[in-house]
Structure formats: structure tokens, C-alpha cells
């Protein structure tokens, strides 16, 4: 069974186009993450969410939007999508201090 | 100044050699410290929490100071499935986890 999955896998669009990536987790975590992980590998926190609130806002630009329809989902929007936008994006939950992470979404944006 | 900063290496060893990595940190008041391991094109997986006592796993042994902020990952006998990188992670106030860039290892046959 799936700890944390994420949909597409792979995504490939155009600039300018608005699109959304889905995580889901069946681990019973009160918390959800999104993270960036660029070219240099380097991997960054965007957004954290706690049953289903905000918690982490880090600075992110508004044409991303996460959305947490329930505990076990967060999503996110990216509306007018750049070139710098792609990466991979991974989705992880938690419940204390241990992170689960989804297989990410490979975002390239031509 | 990064939350947590790593040597990103890459360290390249024969089978069966010891490595170390560390790592440091910036904020004092962090609370949980742990090693996540990264393979090529995949996602992060934990490999170990750290203690402030020291910590042992097998061939691994992770290791923290508090007083000058600094965590170590030891690996004995090298194994090519070793092959990965391996980020340091801090569990700061608010939950907030802060990864380092990651350190690359190769194990040569």
C-alpha cells in the first residue's frame, strides 16, 4: 500500500499554463508538506499544512496555491506557470517528528 | 545564513572504507535532528533519527553536539547499495523541517 502518493508523476506543459498536482496519504498524519526540490537538488519547504490549516507560508510566489480538502489530501494549484517553476515537487506528511515523502512530480515547463 | 549546512561533496570511496558527513546548524533551539537518505530520481527516505547521546544502526552511527551545532553521520564498511545522497535535517519550533543540500556519496567497486 501507497504511504503517500502523488498524481501526475511526471508533468510537462507550456508557460503560462495553470496546472495541479495531488497528494494524498493514508498514513492518518495531521500534517502535510509541499517541497521544491530544483536543479541543484537543493530541497525547500513551501507550504505546511496542519488538519487542513496553514501553518507554513514560506515565501512562494501567490501563483501557487495548496489546498487541504481534508486531512489525508493537499494539493496544489500553480496558476501562469514559468520557466523556473520546473523541479520536482514533493509531497510528505508527518505525524510528530518522522516525514513520509511521496515519489514527487517532475514539473518541466517549456 | 542557511538553517543547516553540508559539505555536498561528493565523496567517493572504495567498498568497504569508512565515511563521514557533517552537518551544521544555525538555529540553537532546534529539537529533532535526523539523516534522510536520497536516491537518483527518488523521493527522500529516512535513514535515522539522532540522539544526543549518539545514536547506532548497523554499519551507521549518527552522532550530535549540541553546544557547537554540529551533527555527524559515520558509515563502516561501505557497501555500493551505500551509493545515494544523504541530507541532514532539522526539526526546528512550528514544525518546520530544514533540509541541507545533501551530501553525494559513490561507492567504487
Known amino acids: 500500500d501507497t504511504a503517500v502518493s502523488q498524481t501526475p508523476k511526471y508533468l510537462v506543459t507550456q508557460m503560462g499554463n495553470d496546472k495541479s498536482i495531488k497528494c494524498e496519504q493514508n498514513l492518518g498524519h495531521d500534517t502535510m508538506y509541499w517541497y521544491k526540490q530544483d536543479s541543484k537538488k537543493f530541497l525547500k519547504i513551501m507550504f505546511s499544512?496542519?488538519?487542513?490549516?496553514?501553518?507554513i507560508n514560506e515565501t512562494v510566489p501567490n501563483r501557487f496555491s495548496p489546498k487541504s480538502p481534508d486531512k489525508a489530501h493537499l494539493n496544489l494549484h500553480i496558476n501562469s506557470l514559468e520557466l523556473g517553476d520546473s523541479a520536482v515537487y514533493f509531497c510528505a506528511s508527518s505525524l510528530g517528528s518522522e516525514q513520509y515523502f511521496g515519489p514527487g512530480t517532475r514539473l518541466t515547463v517549456t | 545564513r542557511k538553517e543547516v549546512e553540508q559539505d555536498p561533496g561528493p565523496f567517493n570511496v572504495p567498498e568497504g572504507a569508512t565515511v563521514a558527513f557533517n552537518c551544521t546548524y544555525s538555529?540553537?533551539?532546534?529539537?529533532?535532528f535526523f539523516w534522510y537518505r536520497q536516491d537518483c530520481r527518488k523521493e527522500p527516505k529516512l535513514l535515522m533519527s539522532?540522539?544526543?547521546s549518539g545514536n547506532e544502526d548497523g554499519r551507521f552511527t549518527a552522532q550530535l553536539n549540541r553546544a557547537s551545532q554540529y551533527i555527524s553521520l559515520l558509515i563502516r564498511d561501505s557497501k555500493l547499495s551505500d551509493s545515494a545522497t544523504y541530507l541532514c535535517v532539522v526539526l526546528n519550533t512550528g514544525n518546520q523541517f530544514y533540509f541541507g543540500t545533501g551530501t553525494s556519496l559513490t561507492v567504487i567497486p
Open positions: 499544512y496542519n488538519n487542513k490549516e496553514l501553518i
Open positions: 538555529n540553537s533551539a532546534s529539537q529533532s
Open positions: 539522532v540522539y544526543s
